[in-house]
């Protein structure tokens, strides 16, 4: 297993964050994650449970509500619970409360889950990388390191409705793709999976790549 990724471009900092947007691997791999949680659909948890889908879920925790069950369920083989903040706010407004967003998430997922998330995702894609300013991206990093935070995870490939799109043009090893809780979950799912087979690729743990 390869532990190498590319690193999102932070402003220079002690308490930068590392981020990425794929994973750098020789395996033959690709990462499934999914955000925020709305739809909490019984056909995607049937088809990670029958293929055994290693998922890892950024979910807000205004979208979860408390139904903590369905995601402990969804991510139980192999995957994890990371943080995609508590109401979805961009984090690089400056209006936004970075502690309550980022940390009291933290503390929730800690005692729903058993484990810290050590993963975020910021809502949007707004955080502390290539155009956000110096001081905000610091400021991110800071807070998100303060409560357990220890990387920001993008994306390089995306699923809208059924339409797949992937920065390298198809799917790669290393990509790390982006769904959502939504109704048609679990026919994206079987999309992925199909793709993926045909090039020979599986699905893996997203945390084992970033340990």
Sequence with gaps: MSSLAAPVQVASSSVSLPGFFNIKTKDRVFFITIDDGNSKTASAL???RARKVPVTAFVTQAAIGRDFKYFKRITAFGGSVQNHT???KSLTNSATNLGYEICKTQRIYTRAFGRAPTM???PYGNGGYHSTGKST???????ARSC???RLVM?????DDGRFTFIRGSLHAGDIV???FEPNLANELAAIMSMAHSKGLHPAALG????
């Design 46 to 48: 049937a088809f990670v």
């Design 86 to 88: 508590m109401t979805h």
């Design 120 to 122: 975020l995702r910021p």
């Design 137 to 143: 991206a610091r400021a991110i990093a800071k807070v």
């Design 148 to 150: 357990g935070i220890s």
């Design 155 to 159: 994306w390089n490939a995306t699923v």
């Design 178 to 180: 982006l769904f959502h």
């Design 208 to 211: 084992s790549y970033l340990a």
